[in-house]
């Protein structure tokens, strides 16, 4: 009996404990992964991004994270700070009603847990910004049952405030004993000479997961809050307590008990481009596969074959149209058929090249087996595809089709581009919708932002010579209501941005002519005319080399240009200056691009620009870039140097539908006149990038879709 008892306890202990909740990672009140203020050593999900509001008395902030890689997170961060002690900690203001203030985190994970060890992470806050939270940490977390976690760290500069002792890295050298107060106000510039030095403390917490939704979290921080103690809120106790609710799989809610006196609340919300709210069973299902078991089945019986060139391209027009891909060309010899074609609708060309060659099994005529398909964009050819239609018929419904097919597939450059299909040209489009223009950490606002009617059009008079443009009439909205004037000494080419949103209602975006050609193999060339962006017009020139199965590209960039008026129509103000730049482009792979501008910008200053971005495999697009031109930084004013983060995000992305429409922001800590380079739309690499072997590789994954 006594077993039985015993057997069945053990049962329900086994069934208790695979019931238990795991213990959730969470972002803390600076938006990183962390306990309620202090660090954690845990990594988000690859390509999470999140954004954090937190709020105490007297603080505010607005945190945008992002898990750049497995082990890299950043961090870009927004603060709100009421009165201010400015004779406490480092003298940055001169108000002590109002601060406001920008920073940047990086977190790295060194290693993960294991049965055995924690996880270990070294972070740098505020290695940009002002230096209001300037600090670097060393942490471990051990995850000691399911539903509980322990954390403890080290921390230096404002995360050695409480129980502070000398820095054990002085035993390395004697200059880690000694940390000197940051010298700049103006933030941007990176003092590396005074990381991991001075006193060092320790912090540390537990989180307990309660049910799936509730943790509870304690506690110590080593942050002595002594510059906003007394003024901006009291400061009792190192200890502090929260509570968070998990309120949907992307929200998630906190409440805080801070420093013995104060309350707190934060809202998170986070979510992966890796996971789109709607996915592609909204868009049209891909054509099927038509075997050739007939020619009749295949409608090539009778007279249907005595229609000529001319009635076989109509059919694979039609056969195409249904699924948003046009017909650039078309042509049979033999046993094989060349297709071009204009993918009007899929961000990646991969699908569209898919799509394409399923549609044309239904087409082409039975002794077909070879199909060479090429991509053209604004009239110039990328990459061509040549496939196998056996292996279509072999693959479509196979598990790892994907992979086979584009091991079987052969991409290598186009030989020339055939004579355009009846009817191809002209083209002419248009679209009529809602636009959201936004200004993202405002000095005055973090938030200010209009929604529009834009009517956009398109006209493709011959290959390669198209003309397009946009003009927005606005609904609502207060991006004009920012009356903060520049103080820029350079020429001011950016930092009016508000008083062209006060005066252009409605505006005219852009209206351009533009040519592409390709001179040679591996070449290929733009020519731009009219008003190119919302503050510039002129003409701008382009030259590309990259070849088709290259990671590396190369291009050179002439622009002259004139200010546009206020009301951006179709007046011109006094400045007109010629600028340039010599770029490098690299796929870095697994979606990582990096490229480097150097040359002349706006305001006539001269330098270079640093990029990374991370490309996903449905089309979203987050980045950061940083320039440093000639200008030096007390001319350059607040930032000191131009840098900031852009994300693009597929409207397809959100709304599950199929089209190559894109919702672009870049959000700066600071809009200055420093580094400011002119607005072009189709750039080169944009345009031929994703029609190239590289590109298509890293989606084929969507061949099949």
């Known amino acids: 009996m006594k077993r039985q008892v015993v057997s069945i306890a053990a049962i329900l202990l086994c069934g208790t404990a695979l019931a238990e909740p795991a213990i959730q990672t969470g972002y803390n009140t600076y938006g990183t992964a962390g306990l309620i ?235 992966n481009p890796k996971n789109p709210p709607n996915y592609s069973g909204l868009e049209k299902a891909p054509p099927a ?54 993918n009007r609708s899929y961000l990646t060309q991969a699908q569209a090249i898919g799509r394409s060659a399923r549609a044309m099994t239904g087409v082409l005529p039975p002794q077909v087996e070879t199909m060479v398909i090429v991509p053209v964009r604004n009239g110039i050819a990328g990459a061509q595809v040549t496939l196998r239609r056996s292996d279509l018929e072999a693959l479509e419904f196979e598990l790892d089709g994907a992979w086979d097919s584009y091991a079987r597939a052969g991409i290598a450059s186009a030989p020339g581009q055939l004579a355009p299909a009846p009817g191809r040209y002209p083209f002419f489009d248009y679209k009529i919708g809602p636009y959201f223009a936004t200004s993202l950490f405002d000095p005055d606002n973090p938030f200010r932002a209009d929604l529009g009617i834009e009517t956009s059009a398109r006209y493709e008079a011959l290959p390669g010579l198209v003309f397009q443009g946009a003009v927005r009439k606005k609904l609502v909205g207060n991006l004009n209501e920012s009356t903060r004037p520049s103080t820029s000494v350079l020429q001011r080419v950016r930092s009016e941005s508000n008083i062209y949103e006060k005066h252009g209602d409605p505006a005219l975006t852009h209206l351009t002519g533009s040519y592409y050609f390709k001179p040679a193999d591996d070449l290929y060339g733009r020519v731009t005319a009219g008003y190119l962006e919302k503050h510039f017009g002129g003409v701008s020139t382009e030259l590309l080399w990259k070849p088709v199965d290259s990671r590396l590209a190369a291009g050179i960039e002439v622009n002259y240009v004139k200010q546009r008026a206020f009301d951006q129509r179709f007046g011109f103000r006094d400045y007109e200056v010629a600028t340039g730049h010599a770029s490098v482009y690299y796929d870095l792979g697994n979606g990582y691009q990096a490229q480097v501008d150097a040359g002349r910008y706006l305001a006539g200053d001269w330098g270079a620009t640093l990029s ?42 959100v709304n599950g539908q199929r089209t190559r429409d894109t919702y672009a922001t870049v959000i700066r800590p600071v809009t200055r006149d420093g580094g400011a380079r002119v607005h072009v739309n189709d750039r080169l690499y944009e345009t031929v990038r994703d029609t190239h072997q590289p590109a298509l590789a890293e989606t084929w994954g969507r061949f099949w879709r």
């Open 289 to 342: 596969v038509v075997p050739r078991r007939s020619a009749a089945a295949l409608g090539w019986s009778g007279g249907a074959a005595a229609g000529g060139p001319g009635a076989l391209q109509q059919r694979a027009a039609t056969a195409l149209g249904p699924y948003g891909i046009g017909l650039h060309g078309l042509e049979v010899s033999g046993t094989q058929a060349r297709i071009e074609i204009d």
């Open 37 to 271: 203020e202090m660090p954690t050593a845990n990594a988000m999900p690859d390509g999470e991004l999140a954004y954090t509001f937190s709020y105490s008395r007297n603080t505010k902030r607005h945190t945008l994270t992002f898990q750049i890689a497995p082990r890299l997170s950043g961090s870009f961060r927004y603060a709100l700070l009421y009165d201010q002690d400015p004779n406490s900690g480092p003298d940055l203001n001169t108000s002590t009603d109002f601060r406001f203030d920008r920073s940047f985190t990086l977190q790295y994970l060194i290693s993960e847990e294991t049965d055995k060890w924690p996880a270990f992470a070294v972070g740098l806050n505020d290695f940009l910004g002002t230096g209001v939270y300037r600090s670097e940490y060393l942490v471990a977390s051990k995850t000691i049952t399911p539903q509980f976690r322990v954390t403890g760290g080290i921390g230096w500069g404002r995360l050695a405030g409480v129980g502070g002792f000398d820095n054990p890295l002085g035993h390395v050298a004697d200059r880690f004993k000694t940390r000197d107060e940051r010298i700049s106000n103006r933030g941007g510039e990176v003092e590396a000479s005074q990381i991991f030095r001075g006193d060092a403390a320790f912090f540390g917490g537990v989180e307990y997961q309660v049910t799936d939704k509730l943790k509870l979290t304690a506690e110590y921080s080593s942050d002595r809050y002594e510059l906003e103690d007394g003024a901006t809120f009291d400061y009792v106790s190192p200890f502090n307590f929260g509570v968070s609710y998990q309120a949907r799989k992307n929200i998630n809610l906190k409440a805080h008990y801070l420093y013995g006196a104060e309350v707190g609340v934060q809202l998170t919300f986070a979510l």
């Open 612 to 653: 990374l971005d991370r490309t996903f495999k449905n089309g979203w697009s987050i980045g950061a870039f940083a320039t440093l031109t000639d200008v030096p930084f007390d001319e350059f004013g607040e930032g000191s140097f131009d840098k900031g983060i852009r994300i693009s995000i597929p409207i397809g992305w």
